[in-house]
């Protein structure tokens, strides 16, 4: 996931609803221009945050994982969804604030809510899915990149992370190989090509 600008807000009881709004709408330019560099529709690796970092072990064993600071930082976001509840941009910014700090449950809601609005967004719905592979749910990640697939099947981001779900999550190295080697196939000069054909040739020799 990228990561944003912060500003240090003042307390929110001072602030109008007008500033908060304003506040809302320059966090939001930024940080999508920021996540614009790293997430871009073109590039081969959609969004840092979609990714297991690499190829995790285990999902992250506390599904409750406090915010920190991410409530402090939502509120003028917040405060302008309030009065614009359907704003997509809005939301997926939200969603992607929690994920940032680990706390995959609310950053699920947001991403579902925007999913709500705009479904074929394939690279939403990939965070959403790897959001739920943190919190221990590898099935359901699964079901959220199949439903990407289904949009745009070569969506490279997707089946990189399906790959991962797959092999680490479900144990199942037959389904993590295709996924992989369909990445390669259409998608030659994916970034860490090298390290992933390792992967496949590795998992081909331990189950052969």
Known sequence: ????????????????????????????????????MLRGSSAPVVSAASAPAAAPSAPAANPAAPAGDADLQAAPLKAALATDPKNFDLLVH????????H????AIDYYRRALELRPNEVNVRTDLGTAYWY?????????????????????????FNM??????????????????????????????????????????????
């Open 1 to 36: 996931m990228h990561k944003q600008q912060r500003t240090d807000p003042a307390p929110a009881s001072t602030w109008t609803a007008r500033e908060a709004y304003l506040l809302a709408v320059v966090c939001l330019v930024v940080g999508l221009a920021l996540g614009y």
């Open 94 to 101: 939200l969603g992607n604030l929690y994920y940032d700090k």
């Open 103 to 106: 706390a995959f449950a609310t």
């Open 135 to 159: 919190l221990g749910f590898p099935q359901k990640a699964i079901q959220e990149y199949k439903q990407s697939l289904k949009v745009d099947p070569g969506h490279a981001q997707t089946l």
């Open 163 to 208: 790959g991962v779900v797959y092999n680490e999550g479900l144990k199942d190295p037959a389904a993590a190989v295709a996924a992989w080697e369909k990445l390669l196939k259409l998608h030659p000069d994916y970034p860490g090509r090298e390290r992933i054909q390792g992967m496949i040739e590795e998992l081909k020799k331990r189950n052969s």
